[in-house]
């Protein structure tokens, strides 16, 4: 929280606020972390059971039940808003914790409306035809699903800037490393809670069963998200923000604008390239999103309550890599070199995942869903620790918002394109596995593209001309 008896402007003034702040210690990195372990636990329920059920037990179109979902991503350039908003305005008397609270309640309020709106959308498909009323289902889930990107938005872009406030550059990597295996340890907690919860669904059970159960879930996990929320940050922010003494522009008539941030985000050349690459390569991860369930239940032949256990088994494997490559391959290789050696690991477990299709053997996938999660652990870590490097404190909502852009655009296009290659798939390929095995190989050829932009991202040019040129803008813009 700010402390306005300070002049930002004070050098001197402000090494005395920053001493007189306390830094945050494991304890509170680790109830940061709730947070994002609550968002993991709501990623379980989008992307690991309603995606499953549209489309095996509603038989809801791969495109149409992917594109909805994906809706929530598609409305990500607010992101950069919201960042802004909570760089220059307060919600609740806070700059970033109000934020979180409220966004925090209207996804948890939204997720359960968006589940009715998918049983009336399965309903009116039940003739066999698609009409009107079909048409009128798919839109509004599309608008139910687009709100509830609005409000992951609204809490989660100032979180991540709230994590710049209370860290320095000497405890920032922990925080962050802790923080996002948090978010690893929400998937995990996620799939076998919601396991466990939709156990009692049979493979082919009667469709008023599952939707018993489903409505059930999706009462109880999202008030327990919210309640993660709430714990994860209250007191946090005015004990430890340091952003009253580092920005310019607290408690000036005069803040930085939509229009101002954005010719920040246009400073460095080396913004653009580390934009495009977090788009592709985030593309070319999260691609089976919206095919792994169905995958698992088709050619695997497993129940809904297995299929949502693969999220268990990638999300390990991920909070393996994002440990391993933390402690010990990101400080041998380098932040660059790591996320490179992610990319290409990523791709070869990509065939391997095609293979255990093969075999039809569910510990096969399972066991490559691990070392896939791994790779993907290795790879984040290492873009993480870019996207850190490639961000000014000046502007941390900001910069944090337009990286939570890209990689929430991938995420909505990585759905909705998953979803197209597996139709495309089915339609001109003879086999599920053939089909499946489509949407595996594009995300590898994917990887491929995301190493040769990775070459181009220079930290030391972004340091060197970025910050002087963001300095320049909001000097001109703030005297």
Known sequence: METSDVSPNSESNQSVTDLSIPKVKLPVMFRLGLFQMALGIMSIL???????????ELQVPALIAAGTIAMYQF???VRVWFGQMSDSKTLLGYHRTGYVWVGAALFAIVSFFAVQVVWQLGFSLRSGSWTTQTSGWVALLALMFALYGIAISASSTPFAALLVDVSDEDNRSKLVGIVWSMLMVGIIIGAIMSSGLLKQIALDAPLEQVQA????????VPA???????????????????YGTRSTVVDREDKITLGMAMRVLTASRQTGIFFTFLL?????????????????GEVFRMTIAQTTTLNAFFGT???????????????RLG???TTKLGCIAVAVCLVIIILAGITANPKFLQWSLILFGFASGVTTTGALSLMLDLTAAETAGTFIGAWGLAQALARALATVSGGAVLSVGKTILETPILAYGLVFATQAVGMVIALGLLARVNITEFQQNAKAAIASILESELD
């Open 224 to 242: 327990i998200a919210f309640g993660l929320c709430l714990l994860s940050t209250v007191g946090v922010e005015k004990k430890y923000s340091r």
């Open 213 to 220: 159960q489903i409505n059930r879930l999706f009462l109880i």
């Open 46 to 56: 989008t992307l690991g059971v309603l995606n499953r059920v549209m489309i095996e």
């Open 75 to 77: 409305v990500a350039p």
């Open 335 to 337: 932040k660059k070199n």
């Open 317 to 331: 494997g991920t909070l393996l890599g994002l440990s391993v490559t933390g402690f010990l391959i990101a400080p």
């Open 280 to 296: 592709i390569m985030s593309i070319s991860l999260f691609m089976q999103d919206a095919v792994l369930e169905p995958y698992g």
